[in-house]
């Protein structure tokens, strides 16, 4: 039922009256969740630091890939060969980074010249995403070309007819609880995505899958093994693979992870090893003695969704009370990552985050998930639950419901 617009607002103005403080801007883990990887700090031992294969970790050498038991865990974890992965520092964002620049630079295999010779390179931008990865591109000169997420992935309609240009160099995807829908893409989508004709031959899937082994229930919700399905098209080394441990163990100080074909693989080390004598060894190991096993890793992660889950659960339960059957939004409810994508009427996104700011509520920007910030509907915000206090995500999201229904109610009204 619809609630009506002088209610609302006399509800707005005693929930601003209460002078919270929240902040719901990035999706970042809680410090809860970061102690439960406190053990991983505790200072190892001398044995501790020699690896499997009896190197000293504390030293220069060994394979430019990480180690190989670490590779080994990563593997079964992610669905990967362990021969595709090479191991970075903490950070799978500069990862995407170096590939970007390198392909610029130098070009990818397959490719005629370096990506910065081409006219006008575009990338892909499955809409509404991770705004990290629009503004990497924009950056570095990209024309960003949006397309709609349809709950299964990316409308592979529209992706199919844009890579058929062949200034298209690229697409970001987040395949699994996507960020923020929380979807996962089909296995049809995915299929498609592998075998698509591109104008561009040197054309690459930016494949993050920073939200693997980030479920919200019981179910690990599978995903198409994407280098597998490149192959079997005939397109061995159309994915670049990215993830990383921020949002496992600590969001500063994780591993994060390149994964590609042979081709690949072997073009990212040829720079890699100009840019870096090895990656951080010693915390390849600190992750493998603490997480141990690939199900050690899941024991870990189901630690993190009994902290989480709940704070999904308020923010769902406000946007169901105070929203459902008002036709004022529509909102996803995930079943993994770390966001929850919310669709307010058009043209009023923009106005809920001004009366959440007013009331002590800080919103991701409206626009942030859309190619340089703008997203031509007004209608797209994303809500990030996980780093309060599950009191103030409760208090946050009663605050957002109501901020949602005053600005749909006042554009009703106008
Ligand atoms: N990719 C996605 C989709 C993300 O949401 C995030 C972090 N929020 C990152 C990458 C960043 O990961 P990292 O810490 O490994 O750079």
Redesign the pocket.
Same mark, same amino acid.
């Given at each position: 039922m619809l609630p009506d617009l002088a209610s609302t607002r006399a509800d707005y103005e005693s929930f601003k009256a209460r002078g919270l403080k929240l902040d719901m801007t &990035? $999706?970042?883990p809680s410090p809860e969740q970061l102690s439960l990887s406190d053990a991983m700090l505790v200072p190892q031992g001398n044995g501790d630091t020699t690896t499997a294969a009896g190197e000293d970790a504390r030293n220069y050498g060994g394979d430019l890939r990480g180690l190989p038991e670490v590779r080994a865990l990563f593997a079964e974890a992610l669905g990967l060969p362990a021969d595709a992965i090479v191991l970075g520092n /903490?950070? !799978?964002?500069?990862?995407?980074h170096d590939c970007i620049v390198w392909a610029l630079l130098k070009g990818v295999p397959g490719g005629e010249r370096p990506w910065s010779r081409e006219p006008s390179p575009a990338f892909i931008c499955p809409v509404p995403g991770?705004d &990290?990865?629009f503004g990497l591109a924009e950056d570095f000169g990209f024309r960003l070309l949006p397309v709609p997420l349809t709950g299964q992935g990316p409308d592979m309609d529209a992706v199919e007819a844009l890579a058929a240009d062949p200034a298209v160099k690229g697409m970001w995807c987040?395949p699994r609880y !996507? /960020?923020p829908t929380g979807e996962t893409y089909a296995d049809e989508t995915v299929r498609r995505l592998a075998a698509m004709r591109t104008g561009a031959p040197d054309f690459r899937l930016f494949w993050?899958d920073?939200?693997a082994v980030h479920h919200l229930t019981a179910a690990r919700t599978p995903l198409a093994p994407i280098l597998d399905l490149c192959a079997a098209a005939g397109h061995p080394d159309r994915a670049f693979c990215?993830? !990383?441990? !921020?949002?496992v163990t600590l969001? $500063?100080a994780?591993v994060?992870l390149f994964a590609a074909s042979p081709a690949n693989v072997a073009w990212y080390l040829a720079r890699a090893g100009r840019r870096t004598i090895g990656a951080d060894k010693l915390n390849q190991l600190r992750h493998l003695r603490f997480l141990r096993d690939a199900e050690g890793l899941h024991a870990h992660m189901a630690r993190h969704r009994a902290l989480i889950a709940p704070k999904f659960d308020a923010v769902l339960d406000a946007l169901e009370r105070r929203l459902s059957g008002t036709g004022l939004a529509r909102w996803s409810r995930p079943e993994g990552?770390?966001f929850i994508s919310v669709d307010v009427l058009p043209g009023t996104a923009a106005r809920v985050v001004d009366l959440a700011k007013a009331a002590g509520l800080a919103l991701t920007p409206a626009g942030a998930t859309w190619p340089q910030g703008r997203d031509p509907e007004d209608a797209n915000l994303r809500l990030a639950p996980t780093f309060p206090s599950l009191k103030d995500v409760a208090a946050a999201a009663e605050g957002i419901a109501l901020c949602i229904a005053l600005a749909g109610l006042e554009a009703r009204a106008a």
């Open positions: &990035r $999706g970042k /903490n950070s !799978s964002l500069a990862l995407m991770y &990290r990865h987040v !996507s /960020n993050d920073a939200y990215f993830a !990383s441990t !921020s949002k969001a $500063g994780g994060a990552g770390y």
